[in-house]
């Protein structure tokens, strides 16, 4: 039974897999762990699936990582306490359930959609020594976590899958685009998408993340 600081959901790696990998995921603002975890059965079964809950609750099925407001010139404010509390809260679950599991950092993944994505876009910038990679749909990159960047030499051999929706009127494709762009001064293997969807992972995005997963699971690495 696994230890964690943060309420999930799992759906354990086929028992006969020599090797499993761990997939954690984050939902994005005002929903919770059943979210993501919808799309368990789409995962490569030699994952062990996590979907964690954001620990503010904002109602009824609703969290959230970190309150937000948004200025009249469109500027988003965000409660930077909150931000860092679930950042170590969600370093401390990666962690355990990677030990817990046996499942070393270099078999796993971290991702997450919207909010969600901004946590595991974070904490492959700041702690990178916790996965090999992250999964980021539909998201942004924190100004307030690039100064808490690790070494370059850290983030080395990591890689990082992302996705957004052309039509995206939540957070716009530009904010995609800007984390490209951030990427590119970084050894981060960068695999980036774009989708014509709204605010939403649709089938074929879905099917594009599976295979990018897929590759990175059957791919022999050198350690």
Known sequence: MLDLP???????????????????LMHGVGSNEQDLFSLAPQIPDRFHV????????????????????IEPNGERTINEAQEAQSRALVAQAVQAASEQL??????VVVGGFSQGGIMALSLLLTQPAL???????????????????????????KRLWLSHGTYDNVIPLAHAQAIVHHMATLPVSVAYHEFPSAHEI??????????????LSTTPMAF
Request: hydrophobic share 50%.
């Open 50 to 69: 996590l979907s964690l809950r954001a620990p503010f609750r904002m109602g009824p099925g609703s969290h959230a990582w970190f309150d937000f407001s």
């Open 131 to 157: 996965m090999h990679a992250a999964l980021v749909w539909h998201s942004r990159l924190l100004q307030q976590v690039v100064p808490l960047t690790a070494p370059a030499d850290a983030l080395h051999g």
């Open 102 to 107: 046996g499942i070393p950092p270099e078999r």
């Open 6 to 24: 943060l309420t999930f959901l799992q759906r354990p790696a086929t028992a006969t897999t020599p090797h499993p990998w761990l997939l954690v």
């Open 202 to 215: 649709r089938p074929s995005e879905l099917a594009a993340t599976v295979a990018w997963l897929e590759s």
